[in-house]
Structures are given as C-alpha cells and as structure tokens.
C-alpha cells in the first residue's frame, strides 16, 4: 500500500475523497486539515506529486507530532466516563494496527 496525506477535493457536489484514494479519511490534523489514505502499489492512475507519499513509520511520526499539540481521545472505561486521552504508545499501536490492516 501507499499511505498519502491528502486533502479532500471541492467539486459540485461538495467536498469528497479524491478519486486515487482507495482507503480515506483518517486522522484529519486540525491545523491543515490534510488527512490520511491508502492506496494500491502500483496504481494504474495519476497521483498528484503535490500529495505527500508516507512510509509506515512516517505515518506514525505524523501523528505522534499531532497528538502532541491536538491529543487523540478513546472511550472512557466504561460507557459512563467521558473520552480519555491516548497515550502515545496507544497512538502508536493504533497506526501501527491501521497499517497491519491494510
């Protein structure tokens, strides 16, 4: 897979993944609002060399640095605690997972 960090594109029908993405929307960074993606290796279609290609441990980099100043938040214990925030060995599991997944 390749991972890109893309932002959604405007159209008509308002904004949408853009097409070259196979696997979006995940982990927005409010400062930029640029977010991640999945795609196949090898694509048969143009992807723009403005979006910016990561490695899995760039990924983890990435969002890592979010957390830093934006905190990823996970459910409380139980149903009622309010969201806690992730450690940053939580965050790096949960790329770490996203990744293994696809």
């Known amino acids: 897979m390749i991972y890109l960090e893309y932002l959604l594109d405007a159209g008509a029908g308002g904004m949408r993944c853009p097409s070259w993405v196979d696997d979006g929307g995940y982990w927005v960074n409010p400062a930029d ?31 890592v640095a979010i957390h830093n100043v934006t905190p990823m938040m996970k459910d409380g214990a139980t149903p009622a605690d309010a969201m806690v925030e992730m450690t940053e060995a939580e965050v790096r599991t949960a790329i770490q997972n996203w990744v293994a997944d696809r």
């Not at 279609?45 to 910016?52: E, G, L, M, Q, R």
């Open 33 to 63: 609002f640029t977010m991640i993606g999945a795609t196949r290796n090898n694509p048969e279609f143009h992807i723009p060399s403005t979006v910016h290609r990561l490695t899995a441990a760039e990924l983890e980099t990435r969002q």
